[in-house]
């Protein structure tokens, strides 16, 4: 996504408002499936700034690391 450009999910009805109050390192998924972090960061004009920022997804572990191999563990 291009930092330049307002990303629209964020002026829906299920959006977080600014007005109120959030937790730095709070993070929101859209609907659309782009993630955000509260967090501060430089605005436009240079100044530091608490904003929704966007951020890559959070990597979940696999349920069980044995179940995925084509022949299974290694062994002796």
Sequence with gaps: MDS???HICLETAGAPSPEEHHEVGERWVCACGDNFV??????????A????WPAPAIPRP??????????????G
């Design 49 to 52: 700034s608490l904003d929704w």
């Design 4 to 6: 330049t450009l307002i």
């Design 62 to 75: 696999r349920r069980s690391p044995v179940r995925g191999l084509l022949f299974g563990p290694r062994r």
């Design 38 to 47: 509260y967090r501060e960061g430089f605005n436009r004009a240079g100044y």
